[in-house]
């Protein structure tokens, strides 16, 4: 079991940027891949970015170029380093690993971004 606990996320202006942190904690030995998600207002739960254990990241279209994802060696802290922030970006963020997994998903983080 691994459990996670999103922070960092706040109220920022357009073009602004945010670090957002994801502590895990538990069988992070078992870890493999994780990711960032998101979830905006009436929309569905979308995956941001994922890191795997190389290093090797992935990222959706709409940050390609702005954000960035990537972790400790151990797994135990893994960020996402937001720039350029658009108010498309506005959402509810959380870490979980990659595929997620029903039962670790946390509270989350909001990111707000103003116009």
């Known amino acids: 079991q691994v459990q996670l606990v999103e922070s960092g996320g706040g109220l920022v202006q357009a073009g602004g940027s945010l670090t957002l942190s994801c502590a895990a904690s538990?069988?992070?030995?078992?870890?493999?891949?994780m990711g960032w998600y998101r979830q905006a207002p009436g929309k569905l739960r979308e995956v941001v970015a994922v890191?795997?254990?190389?290093?090797?990241?992935n990222y959706a279209d709409s940050v390609k170029g702005r954000f960035t994802i990537s972790r400790d060696n151990a797994w135990n802290t893994v960020y996402l380093q937001m720039n350029s922030l658009k108010p498309e970006d506005t959402a509810v963020y959380y870490c979980?690993?990659?595929?997620?997994?029903?039962?670790?998903w946390g509270q989350g983080t909001q990111v707000t971004v103003s116009s």
């Open positions: 979980n690993l990659a595929p997620a997994r029903n039962g670790y």
């Open positions: 538990g069988s992070i030995e078992s870890i493999n891949a």
């Open positions: 890191i795997i254990s190389s290093g090797g990241t």
